[in-house]
């Protein structure tokens, strides 16, 4: 059974930092982040490949969010850094075993694994 819990979302002012965290039950996979503001689709935000080798990025958060993973933990990490209003937003860690970075990687459709979700806020 995949399971995959995120932690840490909250309430941080525009400018600051925030790190998320995904625990899984397994270390194998290719995992990611997605967010889904109000009223809008869900959106790719980072993923990275199962050995942590390569690391993928939504143009609006590069250069401010790390996407990171410890396999001897099985969890990967979320750093926000630089945080603005607009990335006010609950935030999915996903994963999945066969998924190809060289196309379609950023469409949530292609991801099979999906955690509970966390809450972020970034207030002005």
């Known amino acids: 059974q995949v399971q995959l819990v995120e932690s840490g979302g909250g309430l941080v002012q525009a400018g600051g930092s925030l790190r998320l965290s995904c625990a899984a039950s397994f270390s194998s996979y290719h995992m990611g982040w997605f967010r889904q503001a109000p009223g809008k689709e869900r959106d790719f935000v980072a993923a990275?490949?199962?050995?942590?080798?390569?690391?993928y990025y939504a143009d609006s958060v590069k250069g401010r969010f790390t996407n990171s993973r410890n396999n001897a933990k099985a969890t990967v990490y979320l750093q926000m850094n630089s945080a603005k209003v607009e990335d006010t937003a609950v935030y999915y860690c996903?994963?999945?075993?066969?998924?190809?970075?060289?196309?379609?990687?950023?469409?949530?459709?292609?991801?099979?694994?999906w955690g509970q979700g966390t809450q972020v806020i970034v207030s002005s």
């Open positions: 996903v994963a999945d075993q066969f998924i190809s970075f060289s196309s379609n990687y950023y469409s949530y459709q292609r991801w099979d694994y």
């Open positions: 990275i490949s199962w050995s942590g080798d390569s690391t």
